[in-house]
């Protein structure tokens, strides 16, 4: 099967970061892959587009930003060159240029959104006259499938695929660090996600304060995707306002997840929404402790061993959550049904039942 994943941008985000999973994932058990994008690729993604073709997946990425209609083209051409047999569009923007094209391959639109992009009426009007184009619709969360069909109705087959991880990546080692009970011997705080409000790195900042009032040599480290430059000159602002700068370290995306989730105490999410994280998911993989905030994406945790869920806004008692972990051991958790293999396996079932339908309808 030739497949086709379809993002915004090649860059470490976690819809990106599962195209890539899938498609090497898909490569692995004998089918063709390729990643397209409708932006340029970003620096931070080189290592990542070097694996994929490494691995033998086909990058198609435009050479320079093009406006909606030389996105169009160049969407237009990828899909020409390749010549999928199936088309997963990952995240509203994608799902919407690739249905507007006058292709005849069948698409499958991935929803990774937390919140419900339908709230903008321009997205709601869009997808409603876009929504059959695509014959499969795949939900990270059953909440955004009950969005969708709150807002859309009905719709050929609807799916909720959880997001996986390659636990691979975080149990391969016999170091101290992965050794279970132990912790580990530095005593960093690391917060990993794009910088947007929503991320909340303002209230980790603030609640940091009150972590070092208890453990003086403790270090807090954020780093992700600078996507929103006003906000991370906030954060930048507040670290120096409240005179953290020598213990905290303010850095853009790293692809080195695994190992900073090594070196680190706790992996702290303070997120107001999240669908269905990589990020929360690859902490757990790693074993480290995590103080996260209680919402909704991360419930399925709570009884998970060295995690803690709480309301992240009450910045004093997250620092004390914060400085409380650093003093836990790491923990295995169980990530049944989360791994990257199963969620590949489930994606080429979608697409295995996808094209099965389409042969019985012609």
């Known amino acids: ?115 419900n992009d339908f709230a903008d009426k321009a997205l709601l009007r869009a997808e409603r006259l876009l929504s059959l184009r695509a014959k499969a619709v795949i939900g990270v969360t059953q909440k955004s499938i009950d969005d969708y069909l709150k807002e859309i109705r009905s719709h050929p087959p609807l799916f909720v695929v959880p997001n996986g991880v390659d ?97 680190s105490s706790v992996f702290a999410m303070p997120s107001s929404f999240e669908a269905h994280s990589i990020g929360f998911l690859e902490a757990l993989a790693s074993r480290i402790p995590v103080v996260a905030n209680a919402i909704p994406a991360f419930a399925f945790a709570a009884a998970f061993p060295s995690v803690r869920l709480i309301d992240t806004s009450d910045v004093e008692a997250y620092g004390h959550a914060l400085a409380e972990s650093l003093k836990q051991p790491r923990a295995a958790r169980p990530l049944i049904g989360l791994t990257l293999q199963d969620t590949a396996d489930r994606y080429l079932a979608i697409a295995r039942e996808v094209l099965d339908l389409r042969v019985r309808l012609t």
């Open 167 to 263: 636990i691979t990546r975080f149990t391969d080692g016999d170091s101290a660090n992965d050794a279970l009970g132990l912790p580990v011997k530095t005593k960093q705080i690391a917060q990993i996600g794009r910088y947007i409000k929503e991320k909340n790195h303002l209230d980790t900042v603030r609640a940091f304060r009150h972590v070092l009032q208890i453990e003086p040599d403790a270090r807090l480290l954020l780093c992700g995707v600078i996507e929103d430059r006003a906000y991370h000159a906030a954060v930048t602002a507040l670290v120096a306002e409240l005179g953290l700068t020598e213990s905290v370290e303010i850095v853009g995306p790293q692809s080195n997840v695994a190992e900073i989730l090594k070196e």
């Open 1 to 115: 099967m030739r497949i086709l994943q379809v993002v915004l941008a090649p860059r470490l985000s976690g819809a990106e970061m599962l195209a890539k999973g899938l498609a090497i994932g898909h490569q692995r058990g004998g089918h063709i892959g390729c990643i397209a994008s409708l932006l340029p690729l970003q620096a931070d993604f080189a290592h990542i587009a070097n694996e994929l073709r490494s691995e033998g997946v086909i990058c198609l990425f435009p050479a320079r930003r093009y406006q909606k209609l030389g996105r169009l083209l160049f969407l237009y051409n990828a899909i020409r060159t390749f010549e999928p047999d199936i088309i997963f569009a990952h995240a509203t923007i994608p799902a919407l240029y690739v249905r507007a094209l006058p292709t005849r391959v069948p698409i499958v639109w991935v929803m990774h959104s937390g919140i």
